[in-house]
């Protein structure tokens, strides 16, 4: 297996990703309640969760663009208080913000610090987190979001386009993952080698597909690509 780059997975790969968006939204009820409190009062944060998900569900061509999703999502809370969209965008700060206020694992900054002197990293998640306010961009050769590319993991297309813009062929990019589906079959059914994440001691249950790589953290990664290079 001869690996000239690496596409890495955000959202529970390198932090825990419930945590982020749990602080997101009090972080927006917290916001509504001072400054909009008609709108907070009618969409509590179930409420609002509810919503999200119908929207989500009423909106399939949405479904790789959580930021869209979200800001419809907005949209219908403040309209249902009689407002227009003059405050969606303000709304939608508040809660990005505090979505990227992430925590991430313990072995992240110096295992990306390691890979990415070693080789070209490219990030590829479903998810919207922003790596530029994380503080982590600087690691990262590309970075590939299912809403800007305008399909999401496990298609193909994505993980053709993170291979593109390396200028690596997919069977010498590594993908490391933490979700079976999504990044380890999709990956593997690129034509990418895989690496699965498994930080919670889960069983592996895809048994078409076998991960290349099975990887406790990212600091197992690190030893692997260094022994390799010896």
Known sequence: MRILALSLDLDDT?????PAIQLAERALDDWLRRHHAAVAERWPIAALR???DQVSAERPDLAHDFTAQRLLTLQHAFASCGFGDEHVEAAFEV?????????CYADVA????ALSARLPLVSISNGNADLARIGLRGHFAHCISAREFGAA???AAIFHDACARLGVAPEHVLHIGDDAHLDVVGAHRAGLRTAWINRHDAAWTHAEV???LHLRDLDELVRWIDRRAA
Do not use: C, S
Request: glycine content about 0%; proline content about 15%; hydrophobic content about 40%.
């Open 50 to 52: 509810e919503l999200r």
């Open 110 to 113: 110096p295992a990306l610090a």
């Open 95 to 103: 809660y990005f913000q505090a979505r990227n206020r992430v925590e």
């Open 210 to 212: 076998e991960p290349d």
């Open 14 to 18: 390198l932090w825990p990703v419930a």
């Open 153 to 155: 993991k496990p298609d």
